[in-house]
């Protein structure tokens, strides 16, 4: 069973940044699809970022792009998400996600994945 735990999550003021971490343990596949999603209050899950973590090609919410990086540790049971020129909308539970296998593209959806952190408050005020 894959189990995900997040970190790093806090308040910053607007323009600042934060680093989220992820511990991934349980694979059985050494290839992933992981990413991260967050939900604001009253508002659905949406997909931030998603790395492929045998090609180690990556994907970017519009509203991220240029501003937050996804990547993966030296062990690729870790990933992070760095988050630069943070906005208030940018507020939200961030969660970490998974899905074992080798596929030649990781799915955009909350839907796709399989395994999920709690989730990490992340706050821009």
């Known amino acids: 069973q894959v189990q995900l735990v997040e970190s790093g999550g806090g308040s910053v003021q607007p323009g600042g940044s934060l680093r989220l971490s992820c511990d991934a343990s349980g694979y059985t596949y050494s290839s992933n699809c992981m990413g991260w999603f967050r939900q604001a209050p009253g508002k659905e899950r949406e997909g931030v970022a998603r790395?492929?973590?045998?090609?180690?090609?990556?994907a970017y919410a519009d509203s991220v792009k240029g501003r937050f990086a996804i990547s993966q540790g030296n062990s690729k049971n870790s990933l992070y998400l760095r988050m630069n020129s943070l906005k208030p909308e940018d507020t939200a539970v961030y969660y970490c996600?998974?899905?074992?296998?080798?596929?030649?593209?990781?799915?955009?959806?909350?839907?796709?994945?399989?395994?999920w952190g709690q989730g990490t408050q992340v706050t821009v005020s």
């Open positions: 996600a998974a899905r074992e296998g080798t596929y030649t593209g990781c799915g955009h959806t909350s839907s796709w994945y399989d395994y």
């Open positions: 790395i492929n973590t045998r090609y180690g090609v990556t």
